[in-house]
């Protein structure tokens, strides 16, 4: 057996902060998990620290759902982000160590290619309509067949998914929160003219995505929803605050806009619910912080029996050690829906090296076995870990909302 004989944390900051697994069997094979948690990074690397490496030691790295069910069911204190990105991050560096032994990449093990490659979704945004247009047109221009398309809105200084720089969105700005405003109305009447504009630039052969970042009551969802059904949305993500599921019953009731929810969710508990009730088209949980590829395909199993498609959250605080375990997941699985691809900066990129390719608005995880990714642990140990927060939301009287 591949007996694990170590396996460490390693905590790198290449432009934004990082938690990596790597997991060593005895005969050199070693493996990589990522355990990225935004804003709340060093609970995890504690976690798997303290609470999961000294419980791995001297295992058979072979028995990936054995060790899976060992540290969920042997916590006791089941699900929550920390917990099942740690158990994320073990699961995602065993499918590593068991492809590079098996000399395949992770998506032969699951059963192999349902498709050529998958289809991923660009971040535009813009301060303006406008500069939102012409950046998404860029887009287009790159190959892109999808795009999620954000701009400011008038008369709030700051929107969700709209980055001071254009390339690269990073929320997670500051060593404490910054301090976002908001105002409803004012969002609400630029999300249609923005689609409006979108399609008379981009025509009809393009996806366009919204995130509207958990903001709106299901009821104001449903109104917007009903507004942007002209301009055929491939979806509106989370729309409303997912805790309470029947919620989106009420949105579903006075729209046919497809809806997106799930990248905070941890567990197949969390989507039970919305996808049993087929609530909404699309499940964005991904490998990190449902999980890992194990669970994650659990989700996405019970999710195909409703017609409920995927669409992996994968911003650029999931590193590419995620991207890659979701791109081979991604290509394996019967009902994905697309992948979302926000790209690295080349420093992240300089310290994971990977096999993932993008092309025609299409990534393919590679054929190099195992995950195809690796970490330059030297390089990686010159960025130190940078405090950083994501922000804080208000409303314009200063109520604390939903950021
Ligand atoms: O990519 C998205 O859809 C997001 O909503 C990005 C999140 O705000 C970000 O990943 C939080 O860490
Ligand atoms: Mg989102």
Known sequence: ??????????????????????????????GLGDATLNGRELSVASYLQDHVIPCLIGRDAHRIEDIWQYLYKGAYWRRGPVTMSAIAAVDT??????????????????????RESVMVYGHANGTTIEDTVKTALEY???GYKAIRIQCGVPGMASTYGVSKDKYFYEPADADLPTENVWN???????VPELFKAAREALGWDVHLLHDIHHRLTPIEAGRLGKDLEQYRPFWLEDATP???QEA?????????????VGEIFNSIHDCRELIENQLIDYIRATVVHAGGISHLRKIANLADLYQVRTGCHGATDLSPVCMAAALHFDLSIPNFGVQEYMRHTPETD??????????????HPGEAPGLGVDIDEELAAKYEYNRAFLPVNRLEDGTMFNW
């Open 93 to 114: 560096a065993l499918w590593d160590i068991k492809g590079k032994l098996a000399g395949l990449p992770v998506y032969q093990l699951l059963g192999g290619a349902s």
């Open 242 to 244: 997912a805790e309470n």
């Open 248 to 260: 989106f019953k009420l949105i579903r009731q006075h729209t046919t806009t497809p809806l997106a």
């Open 1 to 30: 057996m591949p007996k694990i004989i170590d396996a460490k944390v390693i905590v790198t900051s290449p432009g934004r902060n990082f938690v990596t697994l790597k997991i060593i069997t005895e005969d050199g094979v070693y």
């Open 184 to 190: 409803t109305s004012k969002y609400l009447r630029i």
């Open 350 to 363: 300089a310290v994971f090296p990977h096999a993932y390719t993008f092309a025609d608005g299409a990534m």
């Open 140 to 142: 287009q221009a790159q």
